[in-house]
């Protein structure tokens, strides 16, 4: 397969960056897409010139490091899977390839392809946490019955893997989905009913102080999440955060 | 000024709602226009002299209008700063509706019609009772909104603007659920209902408006 990759190239946070031409040949069906960039960056770095650096870890769809935006789709353009897992066979032989950073007032760019997501580490911080009484009298979570609906749920909106694929997508670059998860694993469990008006505040709180847009509800984040976080997480932050509004 | 996100996107859709509402209202009363002229007369003469609608719910309706629209430019304005850096190939149509996706072109639009539509009976009703100091008239509200629709520049825009509202609506109506916290099993029901009325409201308008260009008075 030959391709004609069009790829942002940045030396560094300050540096203004440019589309750069990279025709690729030899590209299997089987490779996944970062085996391909494997594949450029070894021709790069064989003739002298710079790789691209693109962030990745574990290559099985669970660390949520990578995060190229690709065709104009966060992740390309298969549907619930990281850039890890998506393969060359979703390309046709003679294709061209815009692969950029993800792109956010909140995620700048630090080189090439990597982004600094830490402004999701913040929210996180923020109140993304249980606090529990380990001194000798712990409860074990498993004595603590939970109806079978709310920990699947639960359990649902902690697939979140903070790719940022969300913030990608949104034509506002909004974090709702991202927050929206981390509040709900939380919201649906008794566990976290104790710090729940903090938390909800806190954490929408930070993600505004981030500078992420606000929702629109398109549904962008939903369709371009590889682990398919819902909607209906969103509607739930807005409940919580209405509520613990009033609650004060 | 709201400083949380959230609280921002709810005064939208409260807002947002409340418009909804009073434009099945308006629709009820300008469709009587074309069935029954003088329940129409009798109706628009109610609204222009009750103490209730013109010193309550008139200012409580503008209050809506601006607080909407200001808000919605706020939140755009917002918006765009989050992604100061565009990208430059963005494939927004591969997971969002176009509707979803340029709420603000369709409400700029309709915006802009608000302005023709308030200067076409708004203004000529205010300058009619407290400029000219006409004297009541509970017969002529139907004589002045056919003659309105004679031209047909106006008949146009009228028509391309209710598009443009149906557009707006389409995603508008039931994302003001999803903001205030309703996303449950009504969800599939607010949906569908929501694309009913932002075909058939709007649709009805553009029937007034024809009905009117087409069957101007004889008299």
């Known amino acids: 397969m030959k391709l004609n990759l069009k790829i942002w190239r940045q030396k560094d946070a300050k540096s203004q960056g440019q589309i750069v031409d990279y025709p690729i040949k030899g590209i299997e069906g089987d490779m996944s897409f970062l085996e391909m960039m494997d594949v450029l960056n070894e021709e790069l770095i064989n003739k002298g010139d710079e790789p691209v650096q693109f962030d990745h870890d574990c290559r099985e769809g669970i660390c949520g490091s990578c995060s190229l935006q690709i065709n104009g789709e966060p992740h390309g353009p298969d549907r619930l899977v990281t850039t890890c897992q998506l393969h060359m066979r979703k390309f046709n032989d003679g294709d061209t390839i815009v692969i950029e950073p993800f792109r956010a007032t909140a995620f700048p760019v630090i080189t090439d392809l990597i982004v600094d997501r830490s402004s999701f580490d913040r929210i996180q911080q923020a109140g993304g946490y249980i606090s529990v009484n380990t001194s000798g009298n712990t409860v074990d979570a498993n004595a603590i019955p939970i109806n079978k609906h709310d920990a699947d749920e639960a359990m649902d909106a902690a697939t979140c893997i903070g790719c940022g694929a969300c913030v990608a997508a949104c034509k506002n670059a909004s974090a709702m989905l991202f927050t929206s998860a981390k509040v709900s694993q939380f919201a649906l469990l008794p566990q976290g009913q104790v710090e729940a008006v903090d938390r909800v505040q806190n954490m929408v709180r930070q993600m505004d102080l981030e500078g992420f847009g606000n929702c629109t509800n398109t549904g962008a984040c939903e369709v371009e999440c590889p682990k398919g976080i819902s909607l209906e997480n969103i509607a739930r932050l807005n409940r919580e955060y209405l509520s613990a509004t009033t609650k004060g | ?219």
């Open chain 2, 1 to 219: 000024m709201i400083k949380s996100s959230i609280a921002r996107k709810v005064v939208m859709a409260l807002s947002g709602l409340f418009l909804v509402f009073f434009l099945g209202q308006h629709f009820v009363i300008n469709i009587t226009s074309v069935i029954a002229p003088d329940t129409f007369n009798e109706w628009s003469h109610f609204m222009g002299y009750n103490v209730l609608v013109q010193y309550l719910l008139q200012p409580v309706l503008i209050a809506g209008v601006i607080v909407h629209f200001a808000m919605g430019i706020v939140l755009e304005l917002k918006n765009n700063k989050a992604r100061a850096v565009k990208y430059k190939q963005y494939n927004g149509g591969a997971n969002a509706s176009w509707m979803s996706r340029n709420m603000i072109i369709t409400g700029l639009v309709v915006l802009a019609f608000l302005g023709l539509h308030m200067y076409d009976f708004w203004i000529q009703e205010i300058s009619y009772k407290y400029i000219a100091m006409n004297p009541e008239d509970p017969t002529r509200y139907l004589e002045e909104t056919v003659h309105k629709f004679e031209p047909f520049w106006r008949t146009i825009i009228y028509v391309i603007s209710f598009v443009l509202l149906a557009l707006h609506l389409w995603h508008g109506f039931a994302s003001s659920f999803q903001t205030v916290g309703v996303n449950n099993k009504y969800s599939a029901g607010i949906q569908t209902f929501t694309k009913i009325y932002s075909i058939a409201i709007p649709l009805g308008f553009i029937f007034i408006a024809l009905y009117h260009h087409f069957n101007p008075l004889t008299h």
